[in-house]
Nanobody, 120 residues
Framework: QVQLVESGGGLVQTGGSLRLSCAAS????????MGWYRQAPGKQRELVAT???????NYANSVKGRFTISRDNAKNTMYLLMNKMIPEDTAVYYC??????????????WGQGTPVTVSS
């Protein structure tokens, strides 16, 4: 069994910063691609950023230049540093990972989500 646990969400003012963490645990052999997604009230879940096991990154246009995704493979943890935040960043943020277990089974795993609110 593998799981992802997000942390670091909360309330921040416009222009402020937050750092989200996503820690993977369980019977993990390898973690391949990882990503952050978000879902605002009344909207569909959308991609925020992704990162490969080699560290290649991809960002949604709406967060380019403001958000930075990173990962620490030794700790099985991914981060999202969010700077210059705006009210439109308000959402529940979810992490996602492609995980291979010790028994070589592959899963797409989602975290439970962490809420982020940006006040104007």
């Amino acid at each position: 069994q593998v799981q992802l646990v997000e942390s670091g969400g909360g309330l921040v003012q416009t222009g402020g910063s937050l750092r989200l963490s996503c820690a993977a645990s369980g019977s993990i052999f390898a973690i391949n691609g990882m990503g952050w997604y978000r879902q605002a009230p009344g909207k569909q879940r959308e991609l925020v950023a992704t990162i490969t096991s080699a560290g290649s990154t991809n960002y949604a246009n709406s967060v380019k230049g403001r958000f930075t995704i990173s990962r620490d493979n030794a700790k099985n943890t991914m981060y999202l540093l969010m700077n210059k935040m705006i009210p439109e960043d308000t959402a529940v943020y979810y992490c996602n990972a492609e995980i291979t277990t010790m028994t070589r089974q592959e899963y797409i795993v989602w975290g439970q989500g962490t809420p982020v609110t940006v006040s104007s």
